[in-house]
């Protein structure tokens, strides 16, 4: 079987290709702004211009527009292949790709809006231990309890906190045969990891 997957959800974009868990190819840029012109190059460039039996694609959370446009672009393949379509959650990745090295409690930290940080822990299986959450720097230190910091704020949080080991990455969609598959969602819907900021009128 092959996988397509897509993380469009930081200022990071990246496709991976994989054949059996194995991964066949995959593109990797942190472009901040300007998924929307360079996710479909980006799948184009893959071999057989990246179609797939299954298509995997970020949720969030992260940038509103990057995960819409990443779910956009998945289900648009979905139905032009005929592929089956499932997300997962950013900060999973994140904490898959930390864990690399050494089976370990980890917890999340990425930028997120209004200057909060999306934050979440994981358990040494890497799956989740606790809901992500938006917070201040000063409240996010205290609900990553593990040692180990993972995420594009990692380094901040740990020095807020005074302690542990921080890993600075952004997600990367060629490292998700690390993802535990418990991860995997068919509900595709966003996880902005906040509430919105628009409010209907009482």
Do not use: K, N
Not at 9 to 16: D, E, K, L, M, N
Not at 19 to 28: E, K, P, Q, S, V
Not at 175 to 199: E, I, N, T, V
């Amino acid at each position: 079987m092959r996988l397509l997957a897509i993380d469009t959800a930081t200022p990071a974009c990246s496709v991976a290709l994989f054949h059996d868990d194995r991964l066949i190819a995959g593109d990797y840029a942190v472009i901040g702004r300007g998924h929307a012109e360079r996710l479909v190059p980006m799948i184009a460039a893959l071999p057989d211009r990246g179609r797939a039996d299954r298509i995997c694609v970020s949720l969030g959370p992260g940038s509103f527009t990057g995960v819409r446009i990443g779910l956009a672009t998945a289900r648009a393949l979905g139905l032009a292949w005929g592929a089956e379509v499932l997300g997962y959650p950013t900060l999973a990745l994140v904490a898959a790709m930390a864990r690399e090295e050494s089976a370990q409690a980890v917890s999340v930290a990425m930028t997120g809006g209004h200057g909060e940080w999306f934050v979440q822990s994981f358990t040494q299986t890497g799956l989740p231990d606790g809901d992500a959450m938006s917070l201040p720097p000063q409240e996010a230190q205290v609900a990553c309890t593990a040692p180990l910091v993972a995420g594009d704020r990692a380094a901040e949080l740990v020095a807020v906190r005074g302690w542990g080991e921080a890993q600075e990455t952004l997600p990367d969609a060629r490292a998700f045969d690390r993802l535990p598959p418990a991860c995997l969602l068919s509900a595709l819907s966003p996880l902005y990891g906040r509430a919105p900021d628009a409010r209907l009128p009482a």
